[in-house]
């Protein structure tokens, strides 16, 4: 088939021109039906309506977060299957061109332990591991990237839903929208863009120069059990109760770091997005409808380890230096509940995880803090943690968060 990239629709880009978006927060608080599927509808109803953007002849591409290793869907890693389910019924009374899927590494069916072989069963719809279709070399023209490999899946489709999970994340503090597009290129590109952007403020451009370049045309992020601490994949699950839905993945994210009391300008990815233009990233600019986001703000959401350093950008340069350091989490390896997979040492871009004896050793000097290796761990085997003091720190930051965020 035919690269069909310059057909696609791109709401999203309506809304940039305009310099506002338009955001849709419905509450929803379990992933039974019966409440799920009405609170799908009446986000999109908010939004105009699926039928507006989607027609009967369209291929639709629905992006979920699956991130391997595989996961069940209770440890709200991998976007809700049932969240997926309610997306797929509604676009499928528009056009049954439907396929959805990640590009999902690991061994055996990973599609299996998550649920999402057996939705695709009951519901006859096309599961796609990008992988097995490959990748197609776009130009980018981004801040960072020049080019970009993308999966085929994703340019050829003529519509992209993007099913982000509202998750934290111990690189770039929040996982959504914008973050969900990183699924898109190839693993090994992924490993080496955490190499060659090894600062944070340099790989949030990563993300959205990919993100710009390959934008989808709706995103409906599952917000109904979310996860704190130290996500994408290493904590608990939370209950947020809310579904938060747009055409412009920036703002969806800005919505939803204001759900779990984060300022949005704090995460890398959401203020490069909004002062480079690719989307509206400051909540003033923001036309929110259905629920209030005052009422919806999760109280004393854990933020990652991650999360307290972007605080020492509001204060004086030698002092962030100072603290820095201290604050900075250090993968570690927990060698009892290590079992010598080599997942960690596999996706190291830099070398700093390697195997010796059978069990993963991190080569401090090497290590570029990616925390690639935390994410990929499927024994919790590697912890994050920093020195006392910065320990000491992170707690006094994590409890004044609220009177920080308002300076
Ligand atoms: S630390 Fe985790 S990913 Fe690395 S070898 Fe051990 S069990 Fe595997
Ligand atoms: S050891 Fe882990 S955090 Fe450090 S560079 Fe390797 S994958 Fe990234």
């Not at 120069?209 to 390959?214: E, F, G, M, S």
């Not at 803090?369 to 992170?394: F, I, K, N, S, T």
Request: proline share 6%; hydrophobic share 40%; charged share 20%.
């Amino acid at each position: 088939m035919a690269i069909g990239r310059g057909t696609r629709r791109v709401a999203c880009a309506i809304w940039v021109t305009m310099d506002r978006a338009q955001v849709a927060l419905v509450r929803c608080t379990t992933y039974r039906q019966r409440e799920l599927t009405p609170a799908v509808h009446r986000a999109c109803d908010l939004l105009g309506g699926l039928e507006k953007h989607l027609r009967p002849t369209d291929r639709v591409l629905v992006k979920v977060n699956h991130l391997s290793p595989p996961s069940p869907p209770e440890r709200a890693i991998v976007t809700h299957p049932e969240f997926t389910r309610a997306v797929l019924e509604h676009i499928m009374e528009i056009t049954p061109h439907v396929a959805f899927g990640d590009d999902v590494q690991g061994e055996g069916d990973p599609f299996a332990v998550s649920g999402y072989r057996k939705l695709a069963s009951e519901l006859g719809a096309q599961l796609i591991n990008f992988k097995e279709h490959g990748f197609h070399e776009i130009d980018c023209s981004g801040q960072v990237l020049d080019k970009l490999f993308v999966a085929r899946d994703i340019l050829e489709a003529d519509v992209v839903v993007n099913l982000p999970k509202l998750k934290t994340h111990s690189l770039t503090t929040l996982t959504g929208a914008v973050k969900n597009l990183y699924g898109t290129i190839p693993a090994g590109h992924r490993s080496h863009c955490h190499g060659r952007f090894s600062k944070p403020e340099e790989f949030a451009q990563a993300l959205v120069d990919i993100y710009a370049a390959v934008p989808p045309t709706i995103q409906l992020m599952d917000a109904v059990k979310g996860m704190e601490g130290e996500g994408p994949a290493g904590g608990q699950p939370r209950d947020i109760g809310y579904i938060v839905a747009g055409f412009d993945g920036v703002a969806v994210d800005a919505i939803a770091a204001r759900l779990i009391g984060l300022d949005p300008q704090d995460i890398g990815m959401i203020s490069a997005a909004h002062w480079r233009g690719v989307g509206v990233g400051d909540t003033d600019d923001i036309d929110l409808v259905g629920d209030t986001l005052e009422d919806a703000v999760v109280p004393g959401f854990q933020l990652p380890s991650a999360a307290t350093t972007r605080y020492l950008r509001r204060v004086p340069a030698p002092i962030a230096r100072l603290f820095t350091g201290q604050l900075s989490p250090r993968p570690t390896i927990h060698t009892a509940r290590c079992v010598g997979c080599a997942a960690c040492a596999n996706i190291c871009p830099t070398g700093a995880a390697a195997m010796h004896q059978g069990k993963a050793h991190i080569a401090r000097r090497r290590c570029i803090r990616c925390m690639c290796c935390h994410e990929v761990c499927r024994y919790d085997a590697v912890l994050l943690q920093r020195p006392p003091h910065g320990r000491a720190l992170h707690r006094i930051l994590q409890a004044a968060r609220r009177g920080l965020s308002t300076l």
